[in-house]
């Protein structure tokens, strides 16, 4: 039996890690990845803000995985042929399988705007761009398009580095799949405070200038600029599966409780699928690592004969931006709502604090969000945690 | 198999931060709080407060890591494996006492009470660390027999 996993990100690594668990004997496993040595994406922000080295990235279960017999293929999948049973490689080689795990990640959506393509345009999703930013040494102006995770780990790196730092967000404030509108407000003023730019509200029309981008044109203004950050967000890495026959969601790879996908022998995770909410059932698409990680564990059991369903994600996210912390569990207000769920939000502000609970018009708690300055100690993250683990058990 | 608990006596530390810079030195051979499993934190003017591992059991942190990072010993010591761990900080967005900190560069760290002999204690001059051997199964803070993270939260809360 060869199990070939399409993907050397956190989950398709993570699902070989869980299935030699399990007992699958390492050569049988077969790991497509098209970048090589792997990394973890959440150290980027990190190593470029304190300088360490680009090392710290690589994930350490690699060498664990290549000891246990596990075969690493340098290549991109670029089709699949469900009823040969094969997936076809760059060098149009096939490869066939028993079992297949598709975590071919996202990739970052570029929006479609004039100017996108300039020379001094880029995201922040890879280690090409950490070493790009990395040799930047004087201080520069640079606009970060998009107030999500990614645009706010930039921003927090570059700001420490020195530059100047504006971050123009398209909606009325930032991490909005994250947070609420009152804690996300306290949060600009908070970074604001760290010398931090921030545009809530205004959508980036086009780049303007010749080889490089000079610069940035909004619904309300013109802004000078040395380099330009998209950070708007990402799209399920699923275009190479067109015509295999698999059923998408949303551009992502519909799974059922078990991550199986509509076709047989074929499970999904990570950023090119969808996921499980824990609270409602639904289906939703968080691109995150820690649900990949929950879904190769869940595939690892199912492909050796522990087929529990799982109950779905409860999000549990941290992320510190400069000196603020941020913290969220269960869902925001706005999530709940996309989901279906009428709610409302508490806050209780301090001078350095804000705290809010999501709660269910009935009563149930169905979130938490905290921005502060201090430490977080005591935060009752946990106890909404549980709350909602037992509540919608 | 005895298990240990490391508890805090925060009136007795005067945040002469000997155990932070010892933590850093075993643990990373530098001499940096960034690197100390164990932080002082100010509560406001000269009022100290001494964060590290509980060591819960059940830990929040365990239960929610995905990665397979973090485990419960049979000693009841948790512990972080950096090998595993990824720094996705979901562990952080639960921990109730800020106690999974990083060293910098998105290394997630946390105290592992140094396999059973924590230097924090030993260089400490005020006795505000104690190690002791757990006598009851669960810790005893003013007289009261605690069982869970929250009774935990609400005794030290008082």
Redesign the interface.
């Known amino acids: 039996m060869d199990y070939v996993i399409i993907g050397g990100g956190v989950g398709g690594l993570y699902t070989a890690y869980y299935l030699l668990k399990e007992g699958v004997p390492g050569e049988r496993l077969h790991i497509v990845t098209q970048e090589w040595p792997p990394y973890t994406r959440h150290r980027l922000g990190e190593i470029l803000e304190s300088g360490s080295p680009i090392d710290n990235a690589y994930l350490g279960i690699v060498p664990h995985l290549k000891r246990a017999g596990v075969e690493f293929i340098i290549s991109r999948a670029t089709g699949l042929d469900p009823s040969e049973k094969k997936v076809i490689i760059d060098n149009g080689k096939g490869i066939s399988y028993d079992e297949l795990i598709i975590s071919t990640g996202a990739s970052p959506f570029i929006p479609p705007i004039k100017g996108v393509h300039l020379s001094n345009v880029s995201t922040f999703y890879d280690i090409k761009a950490l070493e790009e930013l990395i040799k930047v040494k004087k201080s520069l102006r640079i606009t970060i398009i998009g107030g999500g995770l990614v645009g706010l780990a930039a921003a927090s790196a570059l700001r420490r580095r020195g530059h100047r730092v504006i971050i123009l967000e398209r909606l009325p404030y930032l991490l909005p799949t994250v947070l609420d509108e009152f804690p996300a407000r306290i949060l600009s003023d908070y970074l604001r405070g760290e010398g931090v730019h921030i545009t809530c509200g205004e959508e980036v029309k086009e780049l303007v200038g010749g080889k490089r981008a000079q610069y940035v044109r909004t619904n309300s203004g013109i802004r000078g600029t040395d380099l330009v950050i998209l950070a708007t967000g990402v799209r399920p890495e699923t275009k190479w599966l067109e015509d295999s026959g698999i059923e998408l969601g949303r551009g992502a790879i519909k799974i059922d409780r078990r991550a199986r996908t509509s076709l047989s022998n074929v499970h999904a995770l990570g950023d090119a699928a969808l996921s499980h909410d824990y609270i409602t059932g639904r289906e939703v698409y968080r691109p995150l690592g820690f649900i990949a990680a929950h879904y190769a564990k869940v595939v690892a059991k199912d492909l050796t004969g522990d087929s529990r369903a799982s109950k779905g994600i409860i999000p549990t996210l941290y992320e510190r931006v400069l000196d603020v912390h941020i913290i969220r569990v269960g869902l925001s207000m706005a999530e709940a709502s996309s989901l279906g769920l009428s709610s409302e939000v508490f806050c209780d502000k301090t001078a350095d604090r804000v705290e809010c609970w999501v709660k269910e018009a009935g009563g149930a708690k169905l979130g938490y969000e905290l921005i502060t300055k201090d430490f977080v100690r005591r935060n009752k993250a946990w106890d909404v945690y549980t709350d909602i683990r037992d509540t919608f058990a | 198999m005895t298990r240990y608990v490391l508890d805090v006596v925060t009136e007795r530390c005067t945040g002469c931060m000997k155990c932070v810079y010892a933590c850093s030195w075993v643990k990373d051979r530098v001499l940096d709080p960034d690197h100390a499993r164990i932080?002082i934190?100010s509560k406001g003017g000269i009022v100290l407060?001494v964060?590290l591992c509980r060591h819960c059991n059940p830990a929040?942190c365990v239960e929610?890591?995905?990665?397979?990072a973090l485990r419960v010993k049979e000693d009841g010591t948790v512990v972080l494996d950096?090998?595993?761990?990824?720094?996705?900080?979901?562990c952080?967005?639960?921990?109730?006492?800020?106690?999974i900190t990083?060293s910098?560069?998105?290394?997630l760290i946390k105290c592992d009470l140094c396999g059973g002999d924590p230097e924090c204690v030993k260089v400490c001059p005020h006795n505000a660390l104690i190690f002791r051997p757990v006598v009851s199964q669960y810790p005893n803070i003013g007289g009261k027999s605690v069982h869970s993270?929250?009774e935990l939260?609400e005794a030290?809360?008082r």
């Open positions: 932080k934190v407060d964060t929040p929610v890591c995905e990665f397979d950096e090998n595993r761990c990824t720094d996705c900080k979901a952080r967005s639960v921990c109730p006492f800020g106690a990083d910098g560069g998105g290394m993270v929250r939260l030290k809360e």
